[in-house]
């Protein structure tokens, strides 16, 4: 059977960075999913870009070589920008890691999902057709809704199936998923995996770059692990997964959240309450009229040294309650209190000096940061801020990222190296209360649990109050003792996590439960 991807001896490499891969061999057949794995910064994303033609993107211009380069049948390695446009229009979808960068926000859904049926010539009716069908089979509910609206109207799980709406709508012969179920709760993930599975059993071949190891697990027929830009193990999934040979594999599989906790829960004691939100009340306007509660009548208390889970589906109204707490939004009702004394009600001015109190870790770094600064302007900017005694390297060393990156912009970094930068930058003021909107989505295993033990080691030693934002509820389960679960802008469930996880009351909570994957 002919491959729909065969590349033997990739070699890529960035002016002043040098070789990011070295020697890549991939070969991928119709029907089948091969899964590219390995640590952040191993080169994932750059094979994932490569393989579509989008290596220099965005960025510095990237010098790709290879012995032999063929897409969907079609020689690529020295293919022009109309080939790979050609490409990437018909015979290869691509799912971006950063959902929020990839959406036009002045254009609607439904015209970025159809916009390579348009170039095809394809006719407005049927286009429409495609489109929301596309839409439905990414998981995104009421379509007809979600093509009308901008990726700022969605959540960031939202953006996310609009994205892999945008790359199954053409059915290509090539399917290129760059982390697709990042930002996806439990119920969601499982449904794009289903699709990304029927595709692949329809004959669709699906490269997927993954740091979910359970979605490996239960998609791939073929694992390739890399580490430092070269391919250290390749084999069936089933045999790199449960006999690994090599020592990065093994890291991998043994970082993999299972749900024990880190540390024991002591007996309760009475805590100092931090942050208080009583009544929060919030309304998106929807296009054409009409409205969406992201919040209703949502309370939350905050203790010192507490460490709270939020959980619920994409678009239950996580992002929008982490906003409202550390002021970032002002709700359209209730209030938010921090150490008793009003927070989301007061204007800025008067908030200016408490700001580096509560500090927030976005959901998508990226488009936080100022893009012509180096990692080590933003660090030290930060700590001017502050006031604080701690140098850029030493929280770099805090998040595991290596002092070189001092000297980079925030683009030239992986996914994941852009986390942890912007988990540093949090860091700097020494806040009381770190809120963290999915902070290790982006994060492979290994450096997710570095992250994760860093984060009780924190709220252990200063007492800093933790409210972790997050659809991985292994990752919840490790860290936190108490969760909130929340469905269409309301908690449906609250309480100490291990009593949630053993007898959960609310069916979305069983649901969710029921949903997750388990690890390999």
Request: with cysteine.
């Amino acid at each position: 059977m002919s491959a729909v991807l065969d590349v033997a001896d990739l070699t890529v490499s960035f002016p002043g960075v040098g070789e990011v891969l070295r020697g890549v061999d991939l070969r991928l057949e119709p029907g089948r999913c091969l899964a590219v794995v390995g640590e952040s910064g191993a080169g994932k994303s750059v094979l994932a870009r490569s393989v579509v033609g989008l290596a220099g993107e965005g960025g510095a211009p990237a010098h790709v070589d290879a012995t032999r380069f063929v897409v969907a049948g079609q020689d690529v390695m020295r293919a022009d920008e109309r080939t790979w446009r050609g490409l990437r229009g018909s015979a290869v979808g691509f799912v971006l890691q950063d959902a929020l960068q990839s959406l036009d926000p002045l254009r609607t859904v439904g015209a970025e999902v159809g916009e390579s049926l348009q170039v095809r010539g394809m006719g407005r009716a049927e286009r429409r057709r495609r489109v929301l069908t596309a839409l439905g089979q990414a998981g995104l509910d009421e379509p007809e809704v979600r093509a009308a609206q901008r990726s700022g109207e969605l959540s960031g799980g939202m953006r996310q199936r609009a994205l892999i709406a945008s790359a199954v709508v053409g059915e290509p012969a090539l399917l290129v998923a760059d982390e697709p179920t990042t930002a996806l709760d439990a119920t969601v993930a499982r449904g794009v995996l289903e699709l990304l599975g029927r595709l692949r059993d329809g004959g669709t071949a699906v490269l997927l770059v993954s740091h979910d190891l359970g979605a490996v697990a239960r998609l791939a027929d073929d694992v390739v692990v890399l580490d430092a830009g070269r391919v250290v193990e390749a084999g069936p999934a089933h045999e790199v997964l449960r006999r690994p040979t090599h020592a990065v594999t093994r890291a991998l599989l043994d970082a993999v959240p299972r749900g024990a906790r880190r540390r024991p829960v002591g007996p309760a004691r009475p805590r100092e309450e931090v942050l208080r939100a009583t009544g929060l009340h919030h309304r998106y306007r929807l296009p054409g009229g009409g409205a969406v509660d992201a919040l209703a009548d949502v309370d939350l208390v905050v203790h010192r040294g507490e460490a709270l889970g939020v959980v619920g589906e994409s678009g239950s109204g996580k992002s929008t309650l982490a906003r409202m707490l550390v002021a970032a939004e002002r709700p359209a009702a209730g209030t938010v209190e921090l150490f008793g004394e009003p927070w989301s009600g007061l204007p800025e001015r008067r908030r200016r000096g408490r700001r580096h109190l509560v500090r927030l870790v976005p959901q998508d770094p990226l488009g936080s940061f100022d893009p012509r600064w180096s990692a080590g302007r933003i660090l030290r900017t930060a700590l001017q801020v502050s006031g604080s005694s701690r140098t850029p390297a030493e929280l770099l060393d805090l998040v595991r990222l290596p002092e070189p990156v001092l000297g980079r912009r925030p683009r030239s970094l992986s996914g994941g190296q852009r986390q942890r930068l912007a988990i540093a930058r949090a860091l700097a003021a020494e806040p009381a209360v770190l809120v963290l909107d999915e902070p290790v989505s982006a994060l492979d295993v290994t450096v997710q649990a570095a992250i994760l033990e860093l984060l009780v080691d924190l709220q252990e030693r200063t007492g800093t109050a933790l409210v972790l934002i997050s659809h991985d509820l292994a990752v919840v389960r490790q860290v936190c003792e108490t969760v909130t679960v929340m469905q269409a802008g309301r908690v449906v469930e609250r309480g100490p996590v291990v009593e949630v996880w053993r007898e959960p009351q609310a069916p979305f909570t069983r649901a969710l439960l029921e949903a997750v994957a388990p690890a390999p």
